[in-house]
Structure formats: C-alpha cells, structure tokens
C-alpha cells in the first residue's frame, strides 16, 4: 500500500515543477524598463523666436563743413561720452573768415552810425524848411539800407563763428565709437565724408518677426494689459539667450511693433529692450527670444526620450497595473521647464516608459523600476537646441 502512495506524489511535484520552470523563464525574459508619472504643474507657453539686437540709437559722424582733417581724439572701438570731442578740422581758414566778417560788421557798423547823423541833421533842416522833402526821402532811405547791411554783417559774423564752431566735431550720444574712417590730413567734405559712427549701448533692442496667429495672441495680452501692441506692448516680458552657454539669459520687455503686417511673409516685426549696463549685448548679435504667448493653465510634462514615432503620430508607452505596455497618441506642445508639454492624450495619471523605449513593444510584459520626475528637468546643451 506504501508504494501506491508514493508514486503519485513523485508525480505530483514534477509536474509542479514542470509549471513553475516556464514561469521563471518567462519573468527572466521580460525586460527592465524605467517608467515615471508625468509631472503635472502650472505653466505659461513660451514661444520661441530668433532674432538680432540692434542699437537703440545710432549716428554716422559728418562734418557739417569742408576741409583738411587735422586732429583725432579717440582711440578706435572706445566708448565716449555725449560731447566728447572726436574730430577737429584745420580752423585757420575758418579763424580768417571771422575775421573778415567781424571787420566788415565794423565798417557797417560805421555806415549806419554816419547815416543816422545825416538823417538827423537833415530832418532838422527840412522842419526849418532849409532842405528839400526829397533830400530828407534820400537819408532816410540811406539810413534803412544802412540798418539793413548791419544786421547782414552780424549774421554773416554769426555764420563764420558756427562755422568755426563745426570744425570740432563732438559726439552726439553716448556709446561706442568704431574705427576712425578718415586719416589726418584728408579732404573732408561736407555733410558727405563719413569720419566714423556711433552706437548706442544701454539699452539696446532686439528685433524678431511674429507670425500672425502669435501676432494676435500677443495683441490680446497687451490690450488685457491696457496697451497697444504698437504703443509699449503691454510691458510683455521676455527672455533672451546668446550663443555664450555661460551666459544666463537676459531679461527684458515688449516695447514696440511695427503698425502692419508685412503681406509678403505674413509676418510683424516686434522689437523688446533690454537693459545692458555692463554692454554684453552687442549690436548685430543673434540670439533667441522666449515670449509668454499664454496664460497659466494645468499642463502635463513628459521628457521628450519618453516619446516615440509611430508613422506619422507621436506616441508615449503606458505600462499598466500588470505590467503590459500599450502606446497612447499624444500631441505635442513646447518644450517647458526641461519636459516637453502634452497638448492632448494624456491625463497625467499614467505611469509611462522614460527609459528603455528600445526594449518595449506593444502587448509586452516589462519590469518597471519606478522613478519620481523632479518638477524641473535640467536641460543638456542638446534638449536646448
């Protein structure tokens, strides 16, 4: 009787055997994976634009007259002040022209002094009836024109003294001057030769083009705001980063746009202005531009190695409570805080693959390791770009 027992429990534990050996096989066949739930917060969109700073003000230095360039007052590339002296042309010439003017005042002067004592003594007379009306009629007529040919002298006197006044050329704004354009010596001619320029440097502004449909959205906000998009836009901040990756982003606001859209690109050029008190900021530089194009809304933020292509849809893997991976079609939004926003397709409550997409398909079996996403990514230099 002990041996009928005993073979059925033999039995018994090779086929518990022969079942549990698929299961091990099967578990150690299931790849490891990382999942995470998406991080879920109060974000505003910001668009992206790239663009080029230009000076506020700018000015090419001319010299308002003619003549041999005889002295320099700057050092190329050197920042001045409004006022500082630049240039100065030979002032002899100038000197002499005074000169004359001042001489040929003096003698008008000298005329209407003789003239007005010979209307007197003429008048005098005429009244005694001793002299004619018409003799009186011909001083009077002397005096006038004498008068006349004084305030000529004191004018032309004027004129040669801003003349001289010209031929010191001073700057008129603050910034940085470039490369004298002129040597010593040259001819300069008037209002035509370019001697140097001058940029602005604190503030300076950044110019870009903004679609219509942002366009728009940027007009909303100014209005909301109580502006025009044209007359101060609203103050809209921004932020803009320069190819320097040392360099953090400046802030600066919306300040202007142009007053049409251009029909050809349908695109408006929009300037901001940015304070750059130690002049980092150059004119002609690029850089990129970051503007608020929303209001605060509840999004849900996903890391962009998180999202694969599936034909022409994005999707994310899901990993359910079993361990199965399912794709959901999700679309996209900009990239935010290091993650990249999901427009629609996803609630946030799911629990998704973020590394080890590779390893996955749909329908499979994974094992997750569990990670916890920090509500702000940090951003390599390649999610940057």
Do not use: C
Not at 144 to 169: F, M, S
Request: hydrophobic letters at 40%; glycine letters at 8%; a neutral charge.
């Amino acid at each position: 009787m002990l041996r009928k027992w005993r073979l059925p429990a033999v039995a018994g534990v090779f086929v518990s055997l022969l079942v549990s050996i698929p299961a091990v096989a099967q578990d150690a066949q299931m790849p490891t994976v990382t999942v995470a739930k998406p991080v879920v917060r109060d974000v505003v969109d910001a668009d992206e634009f790239i663009g080029r700073f230009e000076a506020v003000d700018e000015v090419s230095i001319r010299a308002r007259v003619g003549g041999y360039l005889d002295q320099v007052f700057f050092t190329d590339g050197a920042l001045v002040k409004k006022g500082d002296k630049l240039f100065v042309i030979d002032q002899r010439p100038f000197r002499t022209a005074l000169s004359q003017a001042e001489a040929s005042l003096e003698a008008a002067r000298s005329t209407l002094v003789f003239a007005e004592t010979t209307f007197k003594r003429t008048e005098s007379l005429a009244g005694s009836g001793t002299l004619s009306v018409s003799r009186l009629d011909d001083d009077r007529r002397a005096l006038i024109a004498a008068q006349a040919n004084v305030r000529g002298a004191e004018a032309a006197v004027e004129r040669a003294k801003l003349d001289l006044d010209y031929t010191t050329i001073t700057a008129p704004l603050s910034g940085r001057v470039d490369r004298r354009l002129i040597s010593t010596g040259n001819l300069v001619q008037a209002d035509q030769t370019i001697l140097t320029t001058i940029v602005s440097l604190d503030p300076i502004d950044f110019y870009f083009d903004v679609d219509e449909r942002r366009l728009l959205s940027y007009a909303r906000t100014a209005r909301d705001r109580g502006s025009a998009l044209q007359e101060g836009a609203g103050s809209i901040p921004v932020l803009v980063t320069i190819a320097d990756a040392n360099e953090q982003p400046f802030e600066g606001k919306l300040d202007f746009a142009e007053n049409r859209v251009d029909s050809e690109t349908g695109t408006m050029r929009v300037r901001a202005r940015f304070p750059n008190p130690k002049f980092v900021l150059q004119p002609g530089l690029f850089g990129r531009v970051e503007v608020e194009g929303s209001n605060t809304y509840r999004a849900v933020l996903v890391p962009d190695q998180a999202i694969a292509a599936d034909q022409n849809e994005r999707v994310v893997y899901v990993v359910g409570e079993d361990g199965s991976v399912s794709t959901r079609p999700v679309r996209l939004g900009p990239r935010l805080h290091g993650y990249r926003v999901i427009r629609s397709g996803m609630t946030g409550d799911e629990t998704i693959v973020v590394n080890g997409l590779m390893r996955v398909r749909p329908g499979v079996k994974v094992k997750p390791e569990i990670v916890v996403l920090p509500p702000e990514a940090a951003q390599s230099a390649e999610n940057a770009q």
